[in-house]
T-cell receptor, first 114, second 115 residues
Framework: AQTVTQSQPEMSVQEAETVTLSCTYDTSENNYYLFWYKQPPSRQMILVIRQEAYKQQNATENRFSVNFQKAAKSFSLKISDSQLGDTAMYFCACYSGNTGKLIFGQGTTLQVKP | EAGVAQSPRYKIIEKRQSVAFWCNPISGHATLYWYQQILGQGPKLLIQFQNNGVVDDSQLPKDRFSAERLKGVDSTLKIQPAKLEDSAVYLC?????????????FGQGTRLTVV
């Protein structure tokens, strides 16, 4: 079974600063992928960044990067140079490469302040 | 490329009534998911289809919820009878599936209010 836990219900950051969102997960599989999704107030969920579990190198996508600690089953998201448009709910998710099952955490609401 | 389409966007019903939601995934996407998202919480997987077969429906309250994906394309999710606690946003998502194209694309969701 897959589980995803996000322990920070709400966070805030000043514009242009850096913020890190935490996520831990559990899975019995070796073939899995981890994601961070963003859900702005308009509600359409979009993918921010993806990490293949078999890759040691941390994924980076422009201002977004992850810290993937496989042994600790930790997968945090770092947002650099925060922008007002980053205000949203962020969800960590775990995908099973064997079954295609996609499970989400409880989410972290991020507020970027001007 | 057209995205995942869902309808209706909003629905208000009284408890014990029935309701149906419709989802049209991105063309060619084999995997389709239905999630229930209660306000302020993360999406909870209700059911996952691979083409027209059910892969996982372990979290679907089968006494009142049903879903189908005829012909492996669009899908409907039904609630009958609805309860107050069913008030939520129902999200549909689709993906090509497998281990290369793992990204799930989401629709705008249907916001259900049960009064």
């Amino acid at each position: 079974a897959q589980t995803v836990t996000q322990s920070q219900p709400e966070m805030s950051v000043q514009e242009a600063e850096t913020v890190t969102l935490s996520c831990t997960y559990d899975t019995s599989e070796n073939n899995y992928y981890l994601f961070w999704y963003k859900q702005p107030p308009s509600r359409q969920m979009i993918l921010v960044i993806r990490q293949e579990a078999y890759k040691q190198q941390n994924a980076t996508e422009n201002r977004f990067s992850v810290n993937f600690q496989k042994a600790a089953k930790s997968f945090s998201l770092k947002i650099s140079d925060s922008q007002l448009g980053d205000t949203a709910m962020y969800f960590c998710a775990c995908y099973s490469g064997n079954t295609g099952k996609l499970i989400f955490g409880q989410g972290t609401t991020l507020q970027v302040k001007p | 490329e057209a995205g995942v389409a869902q309808s209706p966007r909003y629905k208000i019903i009284e408890k014990r009534q029935s309701v149906a939601f419709w989802c049209n995934p991105i063309s060619g996407h084999a995997t389709l998911y239905w999630y229930q998202q209660i306000l302020g919480q993360g999406p909870k997987l209700l059911i996952q289809f691979q083409n027209n077969g059910v892969v996982d429906d372990s979290q679907l309250p089968k006494d009142r919820f049903s879903a189908e994906r005829l012909k492996g394309v669009d899908s409907t999710l039904k609630i009958q009878p609805a309860k107050l606690e069913d008030s939520a946003v129902y999200l549909c998502a689709s993906s090509l599936g497998g281990t290369v194209n793992t990204e799930a694309f989401f629709g705008q969701g249907t916001r259900l209010t049960v009064v």
